[in-house]
């Protein structure tokens, strides 16, 4: 069997601070949120096979930017070999302690304007450290999430920081609380590529549906 999803290419499209800069191509698109420092742009590195797309450790407080990255896939699903397009979204992290209330607000509006209306958004990979149980802003970005009708993929962050034992209770617990027996959550170690191919099936798929 020779199924595989492979990156092509991947490259830097622009950053907008509001709706009218998003990009005039309309691609399908995937986004990635998660606290400030859980691994998103290590992540969005990995994914893409590239060392340093998406800044790593960016200074909390700086302008907060939605970042839209174009990918090409190639798809191989015996006998077929598809080509496919989308936009990796990343979006401003959360949690910041130091954030004030002012920010918070600004912070909301900004990304409610993303997922508001967003037909080209298949769906979000929301972003959790497999070391913690979720937060309450874990929480709150879920359930604004589900509220907004936005298709939702739990992923566990730096899974190789915790053996096989542990990361199996991690996980359910993250299933336990955002309350989705139903949904898988996949674990993600950026250091080690794991759950690379899982994740870039996962997007191959919604893309061809
Ligand atoms: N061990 C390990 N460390 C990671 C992993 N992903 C991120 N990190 C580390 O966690 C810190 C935050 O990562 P970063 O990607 O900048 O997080 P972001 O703020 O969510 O974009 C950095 O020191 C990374 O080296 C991972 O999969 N495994
Ligand atoms: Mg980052």
């Keep these: 069997m020779n199924e595989s999803v492979t990156?092509?290419?991947?490259?830097?499209?622009?950053?907008?601070?509001?709706?009218?800069?998003?990009?005039?191509?309309?691609?399908?698109?995937?986004?990635?949120?998660?606290?400030?420092?859980?691994?998103?742009?290590?992540?969005?590195?990995?994914?893409?096979?590239?060392?340093?797309?998406?800044?790593?450790?960016?200074?909390?407080?700086?302008?907060?930017?939605?970042?839209?990255?174009?990918?090409?896939?190639?798809?191989?699903?015996?006998?077929?070999?598809?080509?496919?397009?989308?936009?990796?979204?990343?979006?401003?992290?959360?949690?910041?302690?130091?954030?004030?209330?002012?920010?918070?607000?600004?912070?909301?509006?900004?990304?409610?304007?993303?997922?508001?209306?967003?037909?080209?958004?298949?769906?979000?990979?929301?972003?959790?450290?497999?070391r913690h149980p979720p937060m309450t802003s874990d929480l709150a970005m879920f359930n604004r999430l589900v509220e907004r009708g936005v298709p939702v993929l739990p992923v566990a962050t730096k899974s190789d920081k915790l053996g096989p034992t542990a990361q199996q209770t991690q996980l359910a617990l993250i299933k336990q609380t955002f309350n989705i027996p139903e949904l898988d959550v996949l674990p993600y170690s950026s250091t080690k590529n794991e759950g690379r191919s899982d994740l870039l099936d996962v997007i191959a798929n919604s893309l061809l549906q």
């Design 7 to 130: 990156v092509i290419s991947s490259e830097y499209i622009l950053s907008a601070v509001n709706r009218k800069q998003y990009p005039v191509e309309q691609l399908p698109q995937i986004a990635f949120i998660g606290r400030s420092n859980v691994g998103k742009s290590s992540l969005i590195n990995s994914l893409l096979h590239r060392k340093n797309l998406a800044r790593t450790s960016q200074t909390p407080g700086k302008t907060q930017t939605i970042n839209f990255y174009k990918v090409d896939l190639k798809i191989n699903r015996t006998p077929d070999i598809e080509r496919r397009s989308f936009y990796c979204v990343d979006l401003p992290g959360y949690g910041y302690a130091k954030t004030s209330k002012a920010n918070r607000a600004e912070w909301s509006k900004f990304i409610d304007q993303y997922f508001t209306e967003n037909d080209q958004l298949l769906f979000t990979c929301l972003l959790i450290d497999i």
